[in-house]
């Protein structure tokens, strides 16, 4: 009994609609359509990356590449066009200017230039002539190689015929090149019984190992500390201000005992023992130096210009020496007339950033990295420490968010210690792709501007939906609340909240996630790792969209009736039928809803907020499709959905009160943010590393609270990583050639670590 009355078959179904009303009104209060948001807004982008030259390999590296303050880019293939071609020349005593004709050089000096570059270089590498006359020629492989291939052409001779001369299994030894020698060298057998050993190499290295060099007519002349700094005074460093890559050839002569007949020829006696560099490489006689163009490529200045404006820092790191460095670097738009900012060279780097033992001080490293913008000659450890130096500083404000590009193997530990990694798709190394977060298919800086757009637009689209998605949640919950308590009704009934769920949950993530980035997207600085999620400007149009629908809901709901011109009939409080009077303010909320959608797109202020509408399909059409299904809805949804077919009079009505959203959002814009306070922004702090997450490293007994957006951003990531890695490692589990009920190691592997991601997400969700 219920105040001393018998229970009554209507008591329980007031109840009942009581609990769906209370359910219902919490599906609308939680936003978990968040989570869903992030996948959509991740996914669409990762899709539309591809186009863009951009293959993502982890999703979360396409938010984090949205706010890096700085890019450590290689310089061949990324900054230039990796199509390189020799243009000058120092050979016999005299630098030209053009490619050596074969008739104006020493005979003997000719052979060896020839020799020296078939033999010593990978056979891989190839430069095929073009078959129309006018076209360039086509370079297979290594590029430098390619173009001291096409000098051999150029000189008249056909590289296959002397490889053909000497197989690669004829080669007695080769000294690969790496980045400690800076230089290939190659020795092979000769018929008095000796051996000849080819170098080719950065140019300072291979004079500064010679102590001999072929001079006018090929004459064999001394080569010492004197003559090596007039030649890099007057050859090397022209050619590299020219923006060259300087190599060097040189060869050396062992010839048995009492064989000697020149004198840069070295005698043995007894065995040569080819595992001592030092003896193999030092006392050459020095052929030539050549100068090697790489031209920039066309689109890169301009590329480095908009990001330089949007609040990054490009910095070059090269194997090339200073000059050319400094050169290209200028071209670029990377160093700039009159600015104060340095170039070094590796060595000059890492003195002024190692202490008296040899260990890298992060203190120096701080006075070093904010002005440097140019690293030559540098090894692949440089680039790692400059890039563990930068993300480790305390200088700026905020942690930088750093990005590297690379393409060796070498690269790998820069690739994965960088927030974001980039490897090269064309030229880059297995190891490198593996360790990078982003692979660029084309190896061009313009797709990393690219990827910064991509990434400001993921963080934007998430923004967009979280301000609609509040805005609707507040009003829906507020109208809901205040009707239930005020006539002990709720005025939007069950089905109709569900479907304002679905409005604002899959449609919104669908509609707002899909936004194409725009160059405007390039015209701030970046967010910040501590950025709030919640600006103020958006707590301003959430809180501004939400009073303006709040005050017409409730008009409509205390004095609606008193309106003539709706003709609305008295309420009836004993009839369970759909009233027009509810449908209008379940109508009004739905208009104006769908009005605010459109004011969502904007989150900085703008004013146009139509600007860029019709590039986006996806937007139009489900906002099309809701309007549509709106109106069938309302006129024939009867009973099921618990609305009243309106009069043109009440939608009219309707349509003018979602319109005025639109207008009300010119009037909020106008209202400046400032006059809010800081704390009125939500989601500030920096958030734990996405990547440790999505592989079970993070650490849920630390104690720390995690914030609910930042843990519904990750959780988000979590679950779509977890089951992209379980299909495929099912996948790989029914590819393998062993028996169908066995895993392999890395299957096994990759099921275990989405197990723990798993766990992982259940702790969280256990914890929120």
């Known amino acids: 009994m219920v105040a001393k009355q018998p229970l009554k078959a209507e008591d329980l179904s007031h109840l009942v609609q009581y609990i769906i009303i209370g359910v219902t009104v919490l599906v609308i209060a ?11 807004a991740l996914t669409y982008s990762v899709k539309k990356m591809m186009l863009d030259n951009n293959l993502v390999r982890h999703l979360d590296a396409c938010e984090t590449m949205g706010n890096a303050t700085t890019i450590c880019s290689d310089k061949t293939g990324t900054l230039t066009t990796n199509r390189m071609t020799a243009v000058q020349s120092f050979i016999n005593g005299r630098h030209t200017s053009l490619t050596p004709s074969g008739c104006g050089l020493d005979s003997f000096a ?6 020296g570059i078939c033999v010593n270089s990978g056979y ?6 073009p078959k129309t006359p006018g076209e360039q020629r086509t370079q297979v492989g290594n590029k430098t190689e390619c173009a001291l291939l096409g000098l051999v052409l150029d000189l008249g001779t056909n590289f296959n015929d002397v490889r053909a001369r000497h197989p690669e299994e004829s080669l007695f030894k080769v000294y690969t090149f790496n980045s400690s020698r800076k230089s290939m060298m190659t020795v092979i057998q000769l018929a008095n019984g000796g051996y000849r050993v080819y170098a080719k190499g950065a140019s300072e290295h291979i004079l500064a190992r010679s102590t001999f060099i072929l001079g006018a007519g090929g004459k064999l002349e001394s080569f010492g500390k004197d003559q090596l700094a007039k030649m890099t005074r007057e050859v090397i460093e022209p050619m590299a201000s020219d923006g060259l890559r300087t190599i060097g050839l040189s060869y050396k002569d062992f010839v048995p005992a009492g ?26 006689t020095a052929i030539a130096v050549v100068g090697i163009q790489d031209p920039v490529r066309p689109e890169v200045p301009a590329a480095i210009t908009k990001v330089q404006n949007a609040g990054i820092t490009v910095r070059m790191v090269t194997g090339d020496n200073i000059n050319t460095a400094r050169s290209i670097a200028t071209s670029c738009g990377i160093l700039k007339p009159g600015e104060d900012f340095l170039a070094l060279e590796s060595s000059e780097f890492n003195a002024r950033i190692r202490d008296e033992k040899g260990n890298v001080d992060q203190n120096k490293l701080d006075k070093i990295w904010p002005k440097l913008r140019v690293l030559a000659r540098a090894q692949p450890t440089d680039k790692y420490i400059l890039v563990k130096g930068i993300i480790d500083s305390k200088v700026s404000k905020n942690r930088e968010v750093v990005a590297v590009t690379g393409d060796g193997t070498n690269d790998a530990p820069a690739l994965k210690k960088a927030d974001v990694g980039f490897a090269m798709g064309i030229a880059g190394t297995d190891v490198a792709k593996e360790a990078s977060d982003i692979i660029l298919t084309d190896d061009n800086f313009t797709s990393i501007v690219k990827a910064v757009m991509w990434g400001r637009n993921v963080y934007d689209s998430i923004a967009k939906f979280l301000q609609f998605q509040l805005t609707v949640n507040v009003v829906a919950v507020t109208i809901a609340f205040v009707g239930a308590c005020a006539i002990s009704d709720s005025p939007l009934k ?5 479907w304002v769920n679905l409005i604002m949950d899959t449609l919104a993530s669908l509609a707002l996630a899909t936004e194409m980035p725009t160059e405007a997207l390039l015209e701030r ?11 103020r400007t958006m707590v301003k149009n959430i809180a501004g969209h939400a009073v303006y629908q709040l005050i017409v809901l409730f008009f409509l709901l205390f004095w609606g009736t008193k309106l003539t011109f709706l003709d609305l009939p008295p309420a009836d409080p004993t009839s369970h039928l759909p009233t027009a009077h509810y449908t209008i303010i379940f109508n009004a909320f739905v208009m104006m809803t769908l009005c605010n959608e459109i004011n969502a797109r904007k989150i900085h202020g703008e004013r146009n907020i139509f600007g860029g509408l019709l590039s986006n399909p996806i937007f139009c059409i489900i906002w099309v499709v809701t309007l549509i299904s709106q109106v069938v809805i309302v006129q024939f949804g009867g009973q099921w959905v618990q609305t009243h077919p309106l009069t043109p009079v009440q939608w009219a009505f309707c349509i003018a009160l979602g319109l005025g959203e639109l207008i009300w959002g010119q009037v909020i814009t106008t209202i400046p943010s400032t006059i809010l306070p800081k704390s009125l922004s939500f989601g500030r702090g920096e958030a734990p590393s996405s990547a440790s997450l999505a592989g079970g490293t993070k650490d849920l007994s630390s104690g720390a609270p995690a914030r609910p957006g930042q843990l ?16 495929r490692a099912f996948q790989s589990a029914s590819n393998t050639s062993s028996h169908p009920s066995s895993l392999t190691t890395s299957t096994a592997e990759r099921l275990r670590a989405s197990y723990r991601r798993v766990q992982v997400a259940k702790q969280l969700e256990q914890r929120s």
């Open 712 to 727: 519904l951003w990750l959780l988000g990531l979590t679950r779509l990583q977890t089951q992209m890695r379980v299909v």
């Open 259 to 284: 064989k000697k007949e020149k004198e840069n020829e070295e005698e043995f006696t007894s065995e040569i023992n080819w595992d001592d560099e030092e003896l193999v490489r030092n006392g050459m």
């Open 494 to 498: 069950a089905v109709q909240m569900l």
């Open 110 to 115: 000719k052979e060896l230039i020839i020799e």
């Open 525 to 535: 600085k970046p967010y910040g790792r501590t950025k709030s999620l919640i600006s």
């Open 30 to 40: 939680v936003p978990e359509g968040l989570p869903l948001a992030i996948t959509l």
């Open 124 to 129: 891989s590498s190839n430069t095929i002539e």
